[in-house]
């Protein structure tokens, strides 16, 4: 069965500190990501996606990630951190009519 | 102002009785998704639909039925609630081709079965 993996389940940061999230997936084809945010209280929206071209993707809000293809990597970055990150993050990966989701990583920075 | 909508946002509710969610979206999407979700774990896909009289059952089996007689509806309906169905439920939209264009979540529904 395809899936997507989030290896960090809960990350705790202080302002400032360097983010990288995980996210790795099963599927061999040619696929579509994605990181998606949920901030306490809101709907999930998205940070950023990648379909082709470039592998080094900018989102919003500083977020970038980059697509390791050999490694059916994903990972999320971010230089500096700052409280109003604190969230959950959740990798989501398609291809043909699939959305897969990770099981998301709780991020909390301190001021 | 396009959005997706979701009521109740909160429900709480015996068990055995029917229940239905509701979720709108104005955002002029054909397709349309329900995700169920528990703390820790991934968003599973429960039913979705590609237009008007279309639906279809996703990865996780799911006693919940769905309906979309209207492009910008579509409900999903549990027939006799039980306690093992409280989770957090999340409607989605797309367009057409999901897997090209984003997903767009409404603020979920948290479902809780005494």
């Known amino acids: 069965a395809q899936s997507v993996s989030q290896h960090n389940h809960h990350v705790i940061l202080s302002e400032a500190a360097s983010l990288e999230l995980g996210c790795n997936y099963s599927?061999?084809?040619?696929?579509?990501l994605f990181w998606y945010v949920q901030y306490p209280g809101q709907h999930l929206q998205l940070l950023l996606k990648?379909?082709?071209?470039?592998?080094l993707v900018k989102g919003i809000k500083g977020f970038e990630a980059e697509f390791i293809k050999s490694k059916f990597s994903f990972n999320l970055r971010k230089p500096s951190v700052q409280w109003s990150d604190t969230a959950e993050y959740f990798c989501?990966?398609?291809?043909?009519?699939?959305?897969?989701f990770g099981t998301g990583t709780s991020l909390t920075v301190i001021p | 102002e396009a959005d997706i909508y979701q009521t109740p946002r909160y429900l709480v509710i015996g068990t055995g009785k029917k229940i239905t969610l509701e979720c709108s979206q104005t955002?002029?999407?054909?397709?349309m998704y329900w995700y169920q979700q528990d703390p820790g774990m991934e968003l599973h896909l429960i039913h979705y639909?590609?237009?008007?009289?279309?639906?279809e059952k996703g990865d996780l089996s799911s006693e919940s039925t769905v309906s979309r007689i209207r492009t910008e509806h579509f409900p999903l309906t549990l027939e006799s609630a039980r306690p093992s169905h409280t989770s957090q439920y999340l409607c989605?939209?797309?367009?057409?081709?999901?897997?090209?264009?984003?997903?767009?979540f409404g603020p979920g529904t948290r479902l809780t079965v005494l």
């Open positions: 990648y379909f082709s071209g470039d592998p």
């Open positions: 955002m002029g999407h054909d397709k």
């Open positions: 599927y061999g084809g040619t696929v579509n």
């Open positions: 989605a939209s797309s367009e057409w081709l999901a897997e090209y264009n984003e997903q767009f």
């Open positions: 989501a990966v398609s291809f043909g009519n699939q959305f897969y």
């Open positions: 639909s590609y237009g008007v009289n279309s639906t």
